[in-house]
C-alpha cells in the first residue's frame, strides 16, 4: 500500500491537530456535570425542596434520642414494680400474700373464704400476668378499703373482677367473688406451641 501526496498532507495536518487537542483537554479545568438519575424528572426545586426535608429530619434525631433515653428511664422505674420471682408459680404466691396481707390489716379484719390460683397468661407483647381469684363475706366498707388498698401499693397489683351478691342483710354484708391480677416479666408466661 503506497500513501499518495495528499494522504501525507492530511497526516501533517491532522497530527498536530490531535497533539493541540489532547494538551487542551489535559490542561482545561475540570467540571463536574450533575446527572438526574434515568426516568427521573425532578426539577432542581423539587431536590432541593427534599435535601431541605431530609435536613430537617436528621436535625430533629438528637431530640428523639433524648426523648428515647426519657421514656427509657420511666420504663424502668415503673418496671421495678413488677412481681419479680423465678418462676409463675412462685410470683402468683406472692400476689397471694400481698392480698392476705392486706386483708387482714383492715378493720375488722377481712376473712379470705376460697382462694383459686389462675393459669399465668400474656398481657400484650412485653408482659405476663398472674391472677388469684378469692371469696369472702364482709361490710361495703370494708370490701371498698379492700380494693383501695391494693391499689394503692407499689406493686402493679389490681381488681381484675368484682361480683357482689347480698349475704346478710341484718349485718348488712355482702358475699363478694374477687379477682386481683399482677404484671410480672414475659419470661414467666409459657410460650404457646403452634400446632399444625
Known amino acids: 500500500m ?6 501525507r498532507r492530511a497526516l501533517m495536518l491532522a497530527v498536530p491537530a490531535i497533539a493541540v ?10 467540571q463536574t456535570v450533575v446527572v438526574a438519575p434515568r426516568g427521573s424528572n425532578e426539577s432542581v426545586a423539587s431536590m432541593t425542596q427534599r435535601l431541605a426535608g431530609m435536613r430537617q429530619s436528621v ?5 428523639k434520642e433524648a426523648l428515647l433515653k426519657q421514656v427509657s428511664a420511666e420504663l424502668t422505674e415503673r418496671e421495678k414494680n413488677l412481681i ?6 412462685q410470683a402468683t404466691e406472692q400476689l397471694l400474700q400481698i392480698v392476705r396481707t392486706i386483708a387482714r390489716s383492715q378493720g375488722p379484719a377481712v376473712e379470705l ?26 361490710k361495703v366498707d370494708q370490701l371498698v378499703n379492700l380494693m383501695s ?24 354484708t355482702v358475699s363478694a367473688r374477687l379477682t386481683f391480677a399482677a404484671l410480672v416479666p414475659k419470661k414467666l408466661v409459657p410460650q404457646k406451641k403452634d400446632s399444625f
Open 149 to 172: 388498698d391494693i391499689s394503692a401499693r407499689k406493686e402493679l397489683v389490681a381488681t381484675r373482677d368484682l361480683r357482689v351478691s347480698a349475704a346478710n342483710p341484718k349485718e348488712k
Open 59 to 63: 436535625a430533629r434525631v438528637p431530640g
Open 113 to 138: 373464704r376460697s382462694v383459686e390460683l389462675g393459669q399465668p397468661k400474656s398481657f400484650g407483647d412485653a408482659y405476663g400476668e398472674v391472677t388469684v381469684s378469692m371469696t369472702t363475706e364482709c
Open 2 to 7: 503506497t500513501i499518495t501526496q495528499r494522504d
Open 21 to 30: 487537542i489532547l494538551i487542551y483537554a489535559a490542561t482545561s479545568p475540570k
Open 84 to 89: 419479680v420471682a423465678d418462676t409463675a408459680a
